[in-house]
């Protein structure tokens, strides 16, 4: 089945800090990948993805790359800022006829401090 | 979340009465999910649309909980009875590879 498992949280660091989030999935196909980001009060939204291996997914200093070797997708921040803070969760698609439906991991909350 | 409306945004209700959850959604897409999410289990999807027609609701968690969409502008989930474990926030998304979520509606049922 799909499943995907992303590291737990809260992680909490100091701004200009490097960010890593692991994430790592399990498919029965070949899916696309996501990093969505949920600030507080507000919906998921939608921050990079990646479509096949090897692909780099980028948006607002943030990056992942699709790593099939490993099943991973780490999202990575060479510098972060405390409007960084929020819920980052993980996902996966695979676009199977009739199902279309998006694998989210348990989400990992980043606290950016002064 | 642009173009994606639900509403209320905010719900405080009684156990054992009913709610209704609407979700206006963006067009040209022809898929639709609802999901809830809590702290306790995280983001969870209910049910899903493709072309108004349900494709998957076996996320939905019991009889009390259905979903409407009767045309591809607007949607409904409703609770009857509701009950204090159904306090969450319900999102209405749209899309198929990427999704487009909503605000959410914030329910409490006291």
């Known amino acids: 089945g799909n499943s995907v498992t992303q590291m737990e949280g809260p992680v909490t660091l100091s701004e200009e800090a490097f960010l890593t989030i692991n994430c790592t999935y399990t498919?029965?196909?070949?899916?696309?990948l996501f990093w969505y980001v949920q600030y507080p009060g507000e919906g998921l939204q939608l921050l990079l993805k990646?479509?096949?291996?090897?692909d780099k997914g980028s948006n607002k200093g943030f990056e992942a790359t699709y790593r099939k070797e490993t099943t991973s997708f780490h999202l990575e921040k060479g510098s972060v800022q405390v409007s960084d803070s929020a819920v980052y969760f993980c996902?996966?698609?695979?676009?199977?006829?009739?199902?279309?439906?998006?694998?989210f991991g348990t989400g990992t909350r980043l606290t950016v401090i002064p | 979340d642009a173009g994606v409306i639900q509403s209320p945004r905010h719900e405080v209700t009684e156990m054992g009465q009913e709610v209704t959850l609407r979700c206006k959604p963006i067009s040209g897409h022809n898929s639709l999910f609802w999901y809830r999410q809590t702290m306790m289990r995280g983001l969870e999807l209910l049910i899903y649309f493709n072309n108004n027609v349900p494709i998957d609701d076996s996320g939905m968690p019991e009889d009390r909980f259905s979903a409407k969409m009767p045309n591809a502008s607007f949607s409904t989930l409703k609770i009857q009875p509701s009950e204090p474990r159904d306090s969450a926030v319900y999102f209405c998304a749209v899309g198929r590879n990427e999704q487009f979520f909503g605000p959410g509606t914030r329910l409490t049922v006291l």
């Open positions: 498919a029965t196909g070949y899916p696309s």
């Open positions: 990646a479509t096949k291996a090897d």
């Open positions: 996902a996966l698609s695979e676009v199977e006829t009739g199902a279309n439906n998006l694998f």
